[in-house]
């Protein structure tokens, strides 16, 4: 069993914290990703887990052995680098042979796992050739291949998609989540890119600051963030927040008011704002949760100003100004909607988010 468990670990460089009381366990053949904003800790997490980086504090066990204090040859783990890593002056199959080397294993063994690994990657018609030789997608298979021979306890990934193109990245990160289906080892992988993390992790776990903010399924994570930060970050287009929001109960209703603005609580959030009456909170909805409404006079409709529209193929963003707030909305692609012009918008009342302005937390 491969399991990864990091026990209150921390990482100091000299006043600065980078990393602080990172307690996680990765269960063996689970796809983890670290995803944050530059800065946050988690490369540097990936670097304790690998041994290329020391621990200030707390315990790092594989396998249930501790390896605080292993070099990283000793850990059975291998790693994908962000700049491929790759020795320019040997072969892709020396490249790919050269830890197998290392390990005094067999001629015929190396070149049987070489070539099959390098089948499984595309890669088979270039294993003579020097990396200069190659694409940038084909560097990336040849390190991926490189770390795959090794058959470790753990695969280590380092952003490794990120000096790729757009479409290259869709297609690479396609082929590893496949590869990790074929293998089923335990993998941790890093990205500042949520899409990346939405799409390939089993789990994620959103960093910021060196601190852990939220552990779950993507979906899960994106459905129910834990605070206002992990909305903003998890979600493309990122989640509008209204400001100054003011929770407001008539009859046995509860409404969001603002400026401008003035929409029907859900009652599954009824028990969480009830203590909020009078006070004010801040508003969360989803670009994709505003569409074209319809009907004036329905409670989840609101008046905006249409001040941008950006078609991008299966919808149309458009910018808007509510009650002299700025708020985009994801509408069908069909609209004819333009520019300077009032727009109905429908607000999906159940999936709204509402936040403690002052600790940012959810309010659930």
Request: net charge neutral.
């Amino acid at each position: 069993m491969a399991e990864v468990t990091l026990q209150h670990v921390g990482k100091r460089y000299g006043d600065v914290q980078a990393v602080e009381d990172f307690t996680l366990t990765i269960q063996h053949g689970e796809f983890m990703v670290f995803v944050g904003p530059s800065g946050c800790g988690k490369t540097t997490t990936l670097r304790m887990i690998a041994g290329l980086e020391e621990i200030t504090s707390g315990d790092i066990l594989i396998d249930g052995r501790k390896v605080n204090n292993l070099p990283p040859k000793d850990r059975d783990i291998a790693m994908v680098f962000q700049n491929y890593a790759l020795y320019p002056h040997m072969t892709v199959y020396d490249n790919m042979a050269f830890g197998l080397k290392l390990k005094k294993m067999p001629k015929d063994e190396i070149e049987q796992r070489v070539r099959q690994t390098a089948g499984m990657l595309g890669i088979l018609d270039f294993l003579k050739r020097k990396p200069r030789e190659l694409s940038g997608g084909q560097r990336q298979r040849v390190a991926v291949g490189r770390a795959i021979v090794r058959t470790p306890k753990v695969y280590l990934f380092d952003e490794p998609l990120s000096n790729l193109d757009a479409k290259l990245r869709v297609q690479m990160r396609l082929e590893l989540k496949k590869l990790h289906e074929k293998m089923n080892t335990t993998s941790i992988y890093v990205t500042h890119d949520q899409i990346e993390a939405m799409t390939m992790g089993d789990r994620i776990v959103v960093m910021k600051d060196g601190k852990v903010q939220q552990v779950g399924h993507p979906l899960k994570i994106y459905m129910h963030p834990k605070n206002r930060f992990v909305a903003g970050f998890i979600g493309s287009p990122t989640m509008n927040f209204i400001e100054d929001v003011r929770i407001e109960k008539e009859g046995g209703t509860l409404f969001a008011v603002t400026k401008g603005l003035k929409l029907p609580v859900p009652e599954i959030r009824f028990e969480s704002l009830s203590s909020y009456v009078g006070r004010m909170v801040t508003l969360g909805v989803r670009p994709e949760d505003l569409s074209e409404g319809d009907d004036p006079s329905a409670p989840e409709t609101l008046m905006a100003f249409v001040e941008v529209v950006q078609p991008v193929g299966n919808q149309i963003y458009i910018d808007v100004k509510v009650g002299g707030q700025n708020l985009l909305a994801a509408i069908s692609p069909q609209s004819a909607v333009k520019v300077k012009e009032e727009i109905l918008l429908r607000a999906r009342l159940e999936n709204l988010h509402f936040f403690d302005p002052e600790s940012e937390e959810t309010l659930v």
